[in-house]
């Protein structure tokens, strides 16, 4: 590492929000001697403060993201073999509680440029088992809703939001989580805010809602006149301990997003006009909240593309990751081999054949995606010095490895004379490589 500055991360303190008032709220809790949130108020005052800044009727707190995701499919209650619609690129605990509820995935492709599902995706995907459709808010973008509520809608279809990555995210004017039937968060250490390990679910639907609440607490009617353990259940419940630290965490929220969209907007001027480098493309009349900043790299134009960019940066200490995940969740051997319960592979016996074609050709979005975006770590700690230096890094590094200026020795390059503009927007000179 050659540069002397080092950016914020959100895995240590450097690039977190926890302090003096998270260790304020834990120490009243230990005093409590109360840990666990069937007994205690800070988990009780952490749903309602989460209910009342998104503005939905209820909202319960949970293990995790990935839990937050099960209780949602459990409270749909799918028949075994029916088809939840989902997205191809996303985090894997958006994707094992469909299995794990007996429901068979269906991967809508996303849009090469925002990475997310769209209505004429998912449309492609609907069938008569369709039993939801999750969307989720990869980045912190949201998804175009208006046409996707319409499409579900019109199929009557509940619309589950993974917001795992979008808190705060507005898409037209509204909060992304309360635009669907349920919305899911995580509270995972990566995440905009943080308690280690945590989720919410949301809704306005008070069945639903009464029904992931059961479903964090092993289906028990707590408070019920005769309660019981009425179905298969978990417990799924955040301790008070994380529930302290979250209360805290609550009131920096609103300020993490300002501070990470104000930086994301600096970074996205600094970076404009350059040759095969395209910055986030937001989806109209939205906030997008930056969970992270991608880059879309066009390897026609810079060497090596997205790879040999995050390459690039790297060496000067910039933590990026290529491709955001490896390869699109239909790859990952739980699906591919339908690695599940015992050797059965159910639910996948239940499916239909076409819902479990995963064949390349059925995805070009999200081949483009994988194959051209550059995820950069972003952070509501960085300073105006902190995107200044990345923005100088990237300007140089996409300058260094544009294919007209920088010939790979060893090779002889030809121009000829013709130009083609690019999908960037730019022209740029045809390259014979001998
Ligand atoms: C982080 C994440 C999850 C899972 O949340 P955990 O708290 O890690 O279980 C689910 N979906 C998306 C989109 C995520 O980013």
């Known amino acids: 590492m050659t540069n002397p500055i080092q950016l914020p991360s959100d895995q240590d303190s450097t690039g977190r929000t926890l302090g003096a008032e998270e260790l304020e709220l834990l120490r009243q809790c230990i005093e409590t001697g109360t840990l666990t949130s069937t007994k205690g108020n800070f988990v009780k005052t952490l749903e309602t403060e989460f209910a009342k800044k998104l503005g939905v009727k209820h909202a ?3 293990a995790s993201g990935t839990a937050a995701i099960h209780c949602a499919i459990a409270a749909i209650n799918p028949e075994p073999g029916d088809e939840i619609i989902t997205t191809s690129i996303t985090d894997m605990g958006g994707l094992t509680p469909i299995i ?4 068979i995935p269906v991967f809508a492709d996303v849009g090469p440029e925002t990475y997310n599902v769209t209505a004429k995706t998912i449309a492609a995907c609907i069938s008569e088992r369709t039993k939801a459709i999750v969307v989720t808010h990869l980045f912190g973008n949201p998804c175009d809703m208006a046409p996707i509520m319409e499409l579900a809608q019109k199929h009557n279809i509940p619309v589950i939001e993974d917001c795992a990555q979008a808190f705060l995210t507005t898409y037209r004017d509204q909060m992304v989580g309360t635009i669907g039937t ?8 990566g995440k905009h805010i943080t308690t280690g390990e945590g989720g919410m679910v949301v809704s306005n639907d008070p069945e639903l809602a009464r029904r992931m609440y059961l479903y964090i607490n092993k289906a028990w009617g707590y408070g019920d006149a005769k309660p019981d353990h009425y179905f298969l259940a978990l417990n799924y419940r955040m301790s008070e301990l994380q529930g302290a630290v979250a209360v805290a965490q609550m009131t920096k929220l609103q300020g993490v997003v300002e501070s990470r969209v104000r930086l994301a907007d600096a970074l996205t001027t600094r970076l404009g006009g350059l040759p095969g480098l395209q910055t986030p493309v937001i989806t109209p009349e939205s906030v997008h909240t930056f969970w992270k900043y991608c880059l879309n790299v066009d390897a026609n134009v810079i060497e090596g593309g997205a790879v040999g960019l995050g390459a690039a940066l790297r060496e000067k200490g910039i933590a990026c990751a290529p491709r955001y995940i490896q390869k699109p969740a239909f790859r990952c051997q739980v699906l591919r081999d339908q690695v599940t319960f015992g050797t059965s592979r159910w639910p996948f016996t239940l499916a239909r054949p ?15 995606a994988l194959q051209h975006v550059l995820v950069l770590p972003f952070n509501e700690r960085y300073t105006d010095e902190h995107i200044e230096f990345l923005a100088t890094e990237i300007r140089d590094a996409v300058l260094s490895l544009t294919r007209s200026q920088a010939p790979t020795a060893g090779w002889f ?3 000829t004379q013709a130009r083609h503009r690019c999908e960037c927007g730019a022209e740029h000179p045809f390259l014979t490589l001998y």
């Open 60 to 62: 319960h707190a949970c």
């Open 354 to 368: 076409e819902a479990v074609d995963y064949s390349d050709e059925l995805f070009p979005g999200t081949w483009k």
């Open 182 to 189: 349920i919305g899911c968060f995580s509270l995972q250490q």
């Open 100 to 103: 794990y509820q007996g429901a």
């Open 413 to 415: 390059v030809c121009m």
